[in-house]
Nanobody, 120 residues
Framework: QVQLVESGGGLVQAGGSLRLSCVVSGSIFSINGMGWYRQAPGKQRELVAT???????NYADSVKGRFTISRDNAENTVYLQMNSLRPEDTAVYYC??????????????WGQGTQVTVSS
């Protein structure tokens, strides 16, 4: 069993910052890619940022230069530093991780989501 738990969401004014965290726990042999997605009301879930085990990053155009994804492999944690937040960043943010529980196949797991609300 693998669990992902996000934290760090909340209400912030436009221009402010938040740091999201996502801890992976349970049966973990290794973790490959990790990432953050978000879903605003009435919209589809969209990619925000991803980070491979080798350190390669990918960002949505809408967050480039404002958001930074990072990970602490020793703590099985992925972070999303969000600066210069805008009202359009308001969404539920979900983390995911590609986890190999037993050293063979990788499976993608998702967290339960954390709400980020940016007021204008």
């Amino acid at each position: 069993q693998v669990q992902l738990v996000e934290s760090g969401g909340g209400l912030v004014q436009a221009g402010g910052s938040l740091r999201l965290s996502c801890v992976v726990s349970g049966s973990i042999f290794s973790i490959n890619g990790m990432g953050w997605y978000r879903q605003a009301p009435g919209k589809q879930r969209e990619l925000v940022a991803t980070l491979t085990s080798g350190g390669s990053t990918n960002y949505a155009d809408s967050v480039k230069g404002r958001f930074t994804i990072s990970r602490d492999n020793a703590e099985n944690t992925v972070y999303l530093q969000m600066n210069s937040l805008r009202p359009e960043d308001t969404a539920v943010y979900y983390c995911n991780a590609d986890v190999s529980p037993y050293g063979s196949r990788y499976f993608r797991y998702w967290g339960q989501g954390t709400q980020v609300t940016v007021s204008s």
